[in-house]
């Protein structure tokens, strides 16, 4: 095996990519990243996904947390709470602001986000490949019905400010149409041997990267198998709040439910193979004869063994699927 593609967003994806990174060090890993949560915020570009990888990647996560910087200081934050800034809810962290400065000043000068993407990680080498699903700007939007009434909000605005709680009218990727796949997208999906969908969500980091034009198309089309991950186990999330947007959706939160919204290949979606938590084996046959393999491992990320064991399932459920395509 020499190419493995992984789509992924922040959290989930990231952890995923570490058990990936430490079972074939000598692999090239390209990550395709979701970058449909990035958002202007006083200014500054912020790309939670990519930073989130980055960092974690890097070793410079913020290892409770899970997402910013270890050791972060919020002087920033406090000082724009004091001048009353509404916008004071995003949690920006004096050395995460840094990032943001450096990749705001290129992309003001003209460097493409992938650029960008490229330059940072020449300080943090996470150990792979870190491309942005587009160098585009897209935004994930819902409109929610707030105590204040229905408003047209940020992704960022309803996890963040609304933490997931508000009810949803609706969600789009804004300015996905025109989007493109970012330099190095194509190329590292049909070079791939395997393509991974990581644990991420559903919803707002694995459907923004399909949702680019073209996506889909050549995700189908690819010699490689397509295999995921379920980001849900025993009908709830993990961590993090994914359950809320699914379910706000009106969709079945569950690892049957999630690998069908993907959907088989073979019926005009995406996925040849999926592996579900061993609390969801019962799902299996389910699962299977919506025409995607399927087999119940230990999901559960807690520590680095299961987690490198679980990017080795994924390529072992990968491997026969090579064959039949
Ligand atoms: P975000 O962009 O930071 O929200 O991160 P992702 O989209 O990459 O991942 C969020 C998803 O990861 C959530 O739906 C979680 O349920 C899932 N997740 C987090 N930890 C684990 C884990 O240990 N195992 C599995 N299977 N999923 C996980
Ligand atoms: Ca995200």
Redesign the pocket.
């Known amino acids: 095996m020499q190419n493995i593609v992984v789509l992924?967003?922040?959290?989930?994806?990231?952890?995923f990519l570490e058990g990936m990174r430490a079972a074939h060090p000598d692999t090239q890993i390209t990550a395709i990243v979701?970058t449909a949560?990035d958002l202007w915020v006083f200014g500054v570009r912020v790309c939670?996904?990519l930073d989130?990888v980055m960092y974690t990647l890097g070793g410079g996560i913020d290892p409770e947390r899970r997402?910013g910087r270890q050791d972060e200081t919020w002087n920033a934050r406090g000082e724009l709470e004091r001048y009353g800034e509404p916008e004071a809810w995003f949690g920006l962290g004096d050395r995460d602001l840094a990032t943001h400065l450096v990749r705001s000043d290129r992309l003001r000068r003209g460097a493409t986000l992938s650029q960008v993407t490229d330059e940072l990680c020449e300080r943090w080498r996470p150990g792979i490949r870190l491309v942005p699903m587009t160098d585009d700007e897209v935004a994930t939007r819902l409109v929610v019905d707030t105590p204040e009434g229905e408003s047209d909000v940020h992704f960022q605005e309803y996890w963040i400010r609304y933490r997931a709680q508000v009810p949803i009218r609706s969600l789009r990727y804004e300015g996905i149409e025109s989007a493109a796949p970012a330099p190095g997208v194509i190329e590292a999906v049909e070079g791939a041997d395997v393509i991974v969908v990581?644990?991420?969500?559903p919803i707002v980091?694995i459907a923004p990267i399909l949702a680019v034009p073209g996506m889909r198309e050549l995700l189908r089309t690819a010699a490689a198998p397509v295999v995921g991950?379920?980001?849900?186990?025993a009908g709830g999330?993990?961590?993090?709040m994914?359950d809320q947007l699914l379910g706000g959706l009106g969709l079945e939160v569950s690892a049957a439910g999630v690998a069908e919204f993907h959907g088989a290949r073979s019926g005009g979606g995406v996925l040849d193979g999926w592996l579900v938590d061993t609390a969801d084996a019962g799902t299996v046959s389910r699962i299977e004869s919506a025409g995607i393999a399927a087999r119940a491992v230990p999901?559960?990320?807690s520590d680095d063994d299961t987690t490198r064991a679980l990017a080795e399932d994924a390529l072992e459920l990968a491997r026969p699927l090579a064959g039949e395509r």
Do not use: E, Q
């Not at 991950?229 to 186990?233: A, E, F, G, K, N």
């Open positions: 992924t967003g922040g959290v989930g994806g990231a952890r979701n949560d939670p996904d989130s997402w990581a644990p991420s969500n980091s991950v379920s980001p849900i186990i999330h993990v961590r993090g994914a999901l559960y990320m």
